[in-house]
């Protein structure tokens, strides 16, 4: 039952995570007034690449087809580790939040390579500022993370879900109020959004995301595609299990896990609204202000690390 | 009444940690108009914990002050710095001598030394050690948003967070003093804040601008 529930989620999490991005994409056209996409074209998209055929540029290495691979599977094993309708994840108790946050680095370094390894300028351009970025945001993700174990003495996200489910709404922690503000920054420099990349367009000299793919196509590039995609679902489910996991299933009833279901999807969408919201009413970043940016996330998670010490409660 | 004193409960034990988001906030923002919003949220949460505390001690004075604080800090004074942008034709712009990640990570410091400042006080007398932090936090973020700040307008800003701190850190040891004080105090920061913007507009007039970084000549 357990194993099977583990499963579902991971299941989730991976097929949904077009639908996530369809989703936000219709939101930002209805908040700009536009009629938008149908929120399933991510999967026809999808569906299109995969058919489609793969060239490899001629200066190419073998690394260039290895890295879609290990971005997607990277992906996906971070899925089973973020618990969603109940208190208990795939690979829960096999691993720590550390596994989790360099799984995600792990991906990142490949697509980097790959990035490089197509030749383009813009391949490397869109590498570099990748890798900045993300040297950028491990710090505030990691010590944000850190003050969530140590308040709920866990090292398992499953544990700081279950951790969290016995406490009351109402009793707001200033350690989780700032570690929630951190990861949100973070989040939104992870999943390329919107303040530092626009993932709207590769028609930018400011891009990183799309920069990095430009010389895929077809199948490799669906596989990226899709793994950038899960990465924001994945993202989205951390935050609710950590910081508002109430609703989640704590017995593995059917009627349980059904009702877990529909309060997962209210909040999963809450958060899909409150991101095209500041994707529309926030202009992205020059390169240069984003270190300050993610300084901010790093100043205020280290503070989350140090009031859990200073703050008895 | 249980779900009354419950909130008030809830207030009492988490004011001070909307106080150090404020506090971060302040430190990280970039736009004129969004420091006095969040000037204004700050005198917001200070007026609903004089309420509160006017509650459980039963006391009919602090909701007078409470009123005083909405009336004076959380429209008047906000309201009054937006006319004042509007008049002087301000730039909406913040400008800093220390980038915002620097400004956060110092608020972060701030607040550290503030939790140690108080931490041998608050174990003697009956006062919460978090909201005294939270009130030297304010006195000192106020201090620092004057000194880093280049425009005479955020020295305002500074100057009104500051007393922020000392009236919450009057009202965390006494709860609260006499009104006759706390009006003559509110009348204090009326007349300097008039006082304040008559000299934002003779700067202005007199050397163009309002860096006062770059006031280092006499002029007549």
């Known amino acids: 039952m357990k194993i099977a529930l583990g499963i579902l989620q991971m299941v989730l999490l991976v097929m949904g995570a077009p639908l996530l991005r369809g989703i936000v994409g219709r939101l930002k056209a209805l908040l700009q007034r536009r009629q938008g996409a149908s929120v399933w074209r991510p999967y026809s998209d999808l569906w299109k690449l995969l058919h489609k055929e793969d060239l490899t540029p001629p200066s190419a290495s073998f690394v260039f087809g290895l890295a879609p691979l290990l971005v997607f599977a990277a992906s996906i094993l971070v899925t089973a580790f973020i618990p969603l309708l109940a208190d208990s994840a795939l690979l829960g108790s096999a691993g720590d939040f550390i596994l989790m946050v360099y799984l995600l680095a792990f991906g990142r370094f490949f697509l980097a390579l790959g990035g490089i390894d197509g030749g383009s300028a813009f391949g490397g351009m869109g590498a570099s500022r990748e890798v900045l970025v993300s040297c950028l945001a491990e710090a505030p993700l990691l010590l944000g993370l850190v003050a969530v174990a140590i308040q709920s003495s866990s090292v398992s996200i499953v544990g700081m879900a279950g951790w969290a489910l016995g406490q009351s709404f109402f009793n707001i922690s200033a350690v989780h109020l700032l570690a929630f503000l951190a990861l949100a920054i973070v989040a939104l420099a992870e999943t390329g959004r919107m303040p530092v990349d626009n993932p709207t367009t590769h028609l930018e000299l400011t891009m990183i995301h799309e920069g990095m793919v430009l010389e895929y196509s077809g199948p490799n590039l669906a596989l990226i595609e899709w793994a950038s995609a899960i990465k924001l679902s994945a993202i989205i489910g951390l935050l609710i299990a950590i910081f508002a996991p109430w609703g989640m299933a704590v017995a593995s009833s059917p009627a349980g896990i059904g009702l877990a279901l529909v309060v997962l999807l209210a909040k999963t969408f809450a958060i899909l609204v409150a991101l095209a919201v500041i994707e529309s009413a926030i202009a992205k970043l020059r390169m240069y202000a984003v270190p300050d940016f993610l300084g901010v996330a790093a100043a205020i998670s280290t503070l989350a690390v140090i009031l859990t010490a200073l703050m008895k409660r | ?220």
Not at chain 2, 109 to 130: F, K, N
Not at chain 2, 187 to 209: E, K, Q, S
């Open chain 2, 1 to 220: 009444m249980g779900i009354l004193e419950t909130t008030a409960g809830k207030v009492l034990s988490s004011y001070s940690v909307f106080l150090f988001l404020t506090v971060l906030a302040q430190a990280a923002v970039r736009r004129f108009s969004t420091s006095v919003f969040l000037f204004g949220l700050q005198s917001a949460i200070i007026a609903i914990q004089v309420a509160v505390i006017g509650y459980h001690e039963k006391l009919v004075e602090a909701y007078i002050v409470a009123a005083l604080i909405v009336v004076l800090k959380v429209l008047g004074i906000p309201y009054a710095f937006f006319r004042l942008i509007e008049k002087l034709h301000a730039p909406r712009e913040v400008k800093t001598s220390t980038s915002a990640a620097e400004s956060v990570f110092i608020a972060v410091g701030i607040i550290c030394l503030s939790y140690a400042a108080v931490r041998s006080y608050a174990s003697g007398v009956q006062a919460p050690e978090d909201g005294l932090a939270a009130s030297v936090a304010l006195i000192l973020t106020g201090a620092f948003l004057m000194v880093s700040r280049k425009r005479a307008l955020m020295q305002m800003i500074g100057l009104l967070v500051l007393e922020n701190g000392i009236f919450l850190a009057a009202l965390t040891t006494t709860f609260g003093m006499p009104l006759v004080i706390e009006i003559g105090i509110f009348f204090d920061v009326l007349m300097g804040l008039f006082l304040m913007g008559l000299f934002v507009f003779r700067i202005r007039d007199t050397f163009d601008h309002m860096d006062v970084s770059k006031l280092r000549k006499l002029r007549g």
